[in-house]
């Protein structure tokens, strides 16, 4: 019985393990953007979310859909350090932090940050995406040696003038929400009961 329980377990730790992307619940600023006199604002935040934390990347350079007081994806900071709390349902052992960001080599004051700190925990410096001026920029923080928390601050250390980002997207190592017991508990007795009558029957 141990070793047909030892069994059904194993089955069901792939369901368990995988990555998956959480999405906060709420963010707040502590250096808020820079909303005076230009458009390159958090468009559709209401106080809980907005354009940080709605699933779209910009995927252009910014001035086609930010200038000009367009309400593109981007939002930017000027001659400061964006600093924003994000807030979970739960706590999570995060895995990865996802930026997009504008690598603007500098362009009207725009460009790429030096890097970022998360609970404390900073990245390497950012080597962006080339020498050509090309606009929108994944980059890819490991963030998994942080202790599980329900709450991230982030500090995205500027490089240049203007910080322009668009998407956080926050990865965990393990989809502890996203298998509740509820579902995994019939499995597993249906598991454990099938283990048994093939037992029976060898027997
Ligand atoms: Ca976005
Ligand atoms: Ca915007």
Do not use: C
């Amino acid at each position: 019985m141990l070793r047909s329980l030892a069994l059904a377990a194993t089955l069901l730790i792939p369901a368990a393990a995988q990555a998956a992307v959480v999405s906060p619940t709420s963010y707040m600023y502590y250096a808020a953007p820079n909303s005076s006199g230009s458009a390159y604002e958090d468009d559709t935040y209401n106080g809980t979310l907005g354009q940080l934390a709605d699933g779209i990347s910009a995927t252009t350079d910014w001035q086609p859909t930010d200038g000009f007081g367009a309400p593109g994806p981007n939002v930017g900071w000027l001659n400061v350090n964006p600093l924003i709390l994000f807030s979970f349902d739960t706590v999570y052992q995060f895995s990865e932090l996802v930026l997009n960001l504008q690598d603007g080599k500098g362009i009207a004051g725009v460009g790429l940050a030096d890097s970022i700190t998360v609970n404390g925990l900073t990245s390497p410096m950012l080597t962006g995406n080339g020498t050509a001026f090309s606009g929108a920029w994944d980059v890819t923080m490991d963030i998994s040696s942080l202790a599980p928390t329900s709450t991230l601050m982030v500090e995205v250390h500027r490089g240049f003038q203007w910080t322009f980002l668009s998407e956080f997207t926050f990865s965990t190592a393990e989809a502890t929400a996203e298998v509740p017991l509820p579902a995994g508990l019939p499995l597993l007795l249906a598991g454990l009961g099938g283990l048994a009558l093939i037992r029976r029957r060898k027997s």
